[in-house]
């Protein structure tokens, strides 16, 4: 596995993912499949190698995404905590669980959208 390019599929799926979701939502799924096949095209694996290089550069991906959106959901639970001082416990512990959840989410949704485009990457190399 290239770790160089498993990184860089990682990266270019959290961007991918977060500028088709503000975009335009359904197109969101693509940023997953282009991470992953950009992982596997510029590895040197064979399928199933393809598929392992895409999924762990979308659970990367989704890794980040999930990150970020723990981050949100903090400065979100923060500044309910100042305005309301006895619901900022709740809204802390609210979003604390959901950013896990919506992180999980992501993660499992990116990894396998992931294999999915490392498995067209290696597809689309070997057809060169």
Known sequence: MEWKYVVIGG???AVLTLVFALVLLPLFFLGPVIGGLLAAYLGR???????VEGAVSGIIGGLIIGVLFLLGFGAISAI?????ANAGVAAG???AILGAFITLIAVIISGVLG???G???VSIRENQ
């Open 45 to 51: 694996g064979d399928t199933q190698e393809g598929a």
């Open 115 to 117: 294999a999915i485009g």
């Open 119 to 121: 498995v067209i990457g």
């Open 80 to 84: 309910i905590g100042v305005i309301f």
């Open 11 to 13: 990266l270019l799926t």
């Open 93 to 95: 512990t609210i979003s």
